[in-house]
């Protein structure tokens, strides 16, 4: 999963794009739901809100690291609840 840092400007840009409902506004900040976030394995080939992001705010979270296999059972996991 990915994570969002205090540099967050709340541009707004990156919440419409998460194709996993992951991005909501936080106390100060956006943040993302680790338990949300695919990493957008199963839908783009690149992390949407990465790709928007002015300020390159969105690095990966170190307490949620995950391989492909596990970010790929995640999306199904998410897919067959949704
Ligand atoms: Fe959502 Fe993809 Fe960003 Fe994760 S990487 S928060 S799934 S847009
Ligand atoms: Fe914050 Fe970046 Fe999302 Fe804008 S795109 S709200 S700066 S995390």
Do not use: W
């Not at 541009?11 to 106390?27: F, K, L, T, W, Y």
């Amino acid at each position: 999963a990915l994570t969002i840092t205090a540099e967050c400007i709340n541009c707004d840009v990156c919440e419409p794009v998460c194709p996993n409902q992951a991005i909501s506004m936080g106390p100060d900040f956006y943040q993302i739901d680790p338990a949300r976030c695919t990493e957008c394995v199963g839908h783009f080939d690149q992390p949407q809100c990465v790709e928007l992001c002015p300020v390159q705010c969105i690095p990966v979270h170190p307490l949620h690291l995950e391989d492909r296999a596990s970010l790929e059972l995640k999306y199904r996991r998410l897919t067959s609840n949704a």
